[in-house]
């Protein structure tokens, strides 16, 4: 056998090797199908009552449960976050914005399926825009979490969904608007995607000029802090956009050392962390509650950012917290915080130009 075939064969030898080593089976499962750990958690988050209810030692006629609403709206978190609840209280801050509850079968006058105008801003399918110089991406429908009060739990996304195309439509608007410097993702969670598409998406985005900031929209890292990873780090850490990610936290028992640990790593690549939360009663409407939310937010390295009242969404009236209890929320807390930790309090109202401050 000449010199040539054997080196041949050796590397046809090696990399059948390879191969083989590749797919090394967990069960019957190929590891090389097998989703990432972060991705694991996603898919066997908690979505049955009965088995949060156990997890959590409580027993259903304890607690304001509505199944018809949980088969309109399904509860869902993960089991990371759900290891965050006290467990045996029914009135714990975390499991109250996840639970279907009863309350939410009431009509309220003046609550809304589309309480801030979002039909009336699409641009394309999926596209809104609602700002000058901005515009806001629906890049999927999926949460990781479905937090009871959410503004978009009517949102018709079968109908408005840009990734029928690939994102087709919504880019070739984007490209003609040059008016528009900053997109930002929302959804959804844009961070349900895996890494590939999102950096595909990014590299889309990225091609446009006038295209200079992208802001993402997302509490995945805050329900399952293992989403941020080294392909995210990694992706973010190579676009030319300045990246912007704003998180969705509420109480500062949503903030684990994991989580902390794993915004640092997001700092170190410069991306900025804001954080925006809602004002929700019985969850965060104590000052007490609001003072240690800022203060584990900034030691987390994450800025307060905006305190929203909540958006009047049909099914979500028992979570307000009327405008006058906000103020006075605000003045005391701003006794108590310096300024940089004392977010803004606003609401959104539709067809105005830009979320409206609340002064008190």
């Known amino acids: 056998m000449s010199s040539s075939n054997i080196h041949s064969l050796a590397r046809d030898c090696s990399s059948s090797k390879d191969k083989q080593e590749s797919k090394v089976t967990v069960g019957s499962i190929p590891t090389t199908l097998l989703p990432s750990s972060w991705q694991l958690e996603y898919k066997t988050s908690i979505t049955n009552i009965n088995k949060l209810c156990q997890t959590l030692g409580l027993k259903i006629e304890q607690l304001p449960i509505s199944f018809q609403v949980n088969k309109q709206f399904q509860l869902r978190a993960p089991k990371s976050y759900v290891e965050r609840i006290q467990k045996y209280n029914p009135k714990d801050p975390l499991l109250l914005q996840i639970l279907p509850s009863s309350h939410e079968e009431n009509a309220t006058e003046g609550y809304l399926k589309d309480p801030v105008g979002d039909l009336q801003s699409i641009k394309t399918p999926g596209l809104l825009q609602k700002y000058n110089g901005r515009a806001l991406l629906l890049a999927t429908s999926r949460c990781a979490i479905h937090c009871r009060y959410c503004f ?177 929320l605000m003045r005391e807390i701003s006794k108590h915080l310096p300024g940089y930790l004392v977010p803004k309090l606003v609401k959104e109202i539709q067809g105005k130009c830009s979320k409206s401050l609340i002064s008190y």
Request: with cysteine; glycine share 2%; aromatic share 4%.
């Open 152 to 328: 978009r739990r009517h949102f018709p996304y079968s109908i408005q969904n840009p990734r029928h195309d690939s994102w087709m439509q919504a880019l070739q608007e984007l490209q003609r608007d040059t008016s528009i410097v900053e997109v930002i993702l929302s959804g959804g969670d844009p961070l349900v995607l895996d890494d590939s598409e999102l950096e595909k998406l990014i590299s889309k985005l990225q091609s446009i000029e006038h295209i200079k900031r992208l802001r993402i929209h997302t509490r995945l890292p805050v329900v399952i802090p293992k989403r941020i990873n080294d392909q995210l780090l990694n992706w973010i850490s190579n676009s030319r956009l300045k990246v912007i990610m704003v998180l969705h936290i509420n109480h500062a028992q949503e903030i684990n050392t994991q989580l902390k640990n794993n915004l640092k790593n997001l700092a170190n690549i410069n991306c900025t962390l804001l954080n925006q939360s809602v004002l929700l009663r019985n969850i965060n409407d104590q000052s007490s509650s609001l003072i240690d939310l800022s203060e584990a937010l900034f030691n987390a390295g994450v800025l307060p950012y905006y305190l929203h009242l909540l958006d009047k969404v049909d099914g979500a009236a028992h979570f307000d917290v009327p405008e006058e209890n906000a103020r006075k």
